[in-house]
């Protein structure tokens, strides 16, 4: 888990910063877009670079998966008599309990979100536009019911790295004593930061900041 | 007070098992909650019926015997105490209360609130102990100790093994209870030889009882009467890679 999940927040971290450059046009996006293709030129050809690191997401989230299934059946299997009692939550708070079902919301995002911006099936712009048109077309206003999807995606994304950051380093025996708290405010902030600079950008498209 | 309490009877391991309701009345507010169950117990011999089975012995919070499932906490909702230690002026007069024991396979129920505990006397044998001729005790201060370190593994050390970690765990993980062993022996001179050897064992061993998977959720340590600090986990994880290499 924390070792696939640190893969998929740093993938996260150069995606949202890539992100950004809508704001500076046209121009400048669809070049970052035409660089990531063509990334480690001229010793790798066209796409090669990309599709490593594509292939090692693919991988990444796969195996994410699988040790979150193992999990959650290894916790079904350790308690076959539930509790008759409900009670609320002591600890940690409320992101701890959106993991699992909040990781398959996140899931499904990830799918329409490819679907969308990557293929551009379900994009009005099509496979034929560039990246920004394709960006501007899903975002429109009149198509609202998109950016709100992705809210509610995004955050739920920022839920999971929520409890999934600071879990992790915890998992893995970084956290100690004294970095407990620090840890975690930095996992919050962390988090709040993706989040914001991941929804910034379809906010623009739909108020008409990027046109 | 009066109370309505809900308890898990089961007559022995085979048998299904269901909550029966019973009404206990003129109960005093400084009574234990483990005396609120032997006044209801002197009834239903009384009256010919079972009394309820429950683990308990020192009824100080020390020994670890007594714990049950008060209204889905382990030990009750009140922190930091033991069920024997949770006296009824917590509750309200005529509260409805839930009782079940630890829900774990790998703590089968024996009978009614009684569960078996030996999968963690297993984890224990597999390495919580020290190697070392048992002679008297050294002077003191004749291996010098960090006071931190000193400090962290008292800490662990307060561990009564009741199990609330397990009951309180959504994923009826040991790793607070296995994490804490570890630590308390990882920490001090006289657990280094075997330390790498103890937690590949312990942890293998938790695994081997069918416990599930830590995802620090952070429930053992709110509910455990010690308040063992999860970062024992964190402790046990890094021995535990340290180990694996």
Partial sequence: MAVTGAVLVLFLVGHMVGNLKAFLGADSFNEYATFLRTMGAPLLTYRV?????????????????????????????????????????????????TMR?????????????????????????????????????????????????????????????????????QTLGLASGRSHRPLKAAAAAVSAVLVLGFLVVPVAVMIGVIK | MNLTLKVWRQR????????????????????????????????????????IAFDHDCREGICGMCGMVINGYAHGEQVATTTCQLHMRHFEDEAVITVEPWRAAPFPVVKDLVVDRSSFDRIIQAGGFISVPAGSAP?????????????????AATCIGCGACVAACPNGSASLFTAAKITHLSLLPQGQPER?????????????????????TGECTASCPKGIPLDTIAQMNRDYLRASK
């Fill in chain 2, 196 to 216: 790498d050897s103890r937690a590949r064992a312990m942890v293998e061993q938790m695994d081997a009882e069918g416990f599930g998977g830590c995802t620090n």
């Fill in chain 1, 49 to 97: 670079a990309l599709t490593v690191v594509e292939v090692v997401l693919a991988v990444a989230i796969v195996l994410h998966m699988w040790a979150a299934i193992t999990l959650a059946r290894r916790a079904g299997r350790a308690r076959p008599v539930k509790y008759a009692a409900r009670r609320k939550s002591q600890a940690n708070g409320y992101a701890v309990h």
């Fill in chain 2, 139 to 155: 002077d003191a201060h004749s291996v010098p100790v960090k006071k931190a370190d000193a400090d962290a593994a008292f800490d």
């Fill in chain 1, 101 to 169: 079902y909040g990781g398959v919301i996140v899931l499904l995002f990830v799918v329409y979100h490819l679907l969308d911006l990557t293929i551009g099936v379900v994009n009005p712009a099509g496979w034929g536009g560039t990246p920004y048109e394709r960006l501007v077309a899903s975002f429109a206003p009149e198509r609202w019911w998109v950016t709100a999807f992705y809210v509610v995606g995004v955050v739920m994304v920022g839920l999971h790295l929520r409890h999934g950051l600071w879990s992790a380093l």
């Fill in chain 2, 12 to 51: 022995g391991p085979q048998d299904k098992g269901r909550m029966v309701t019973y009404r206990v009345e003129d109960v005093s507010p400084d009574m234990s909650f483990l005396e609120m169950l032997d006044v209801l117990n002197e009834r239903l011999i009384l009256e010919g019926d079972d009394p």
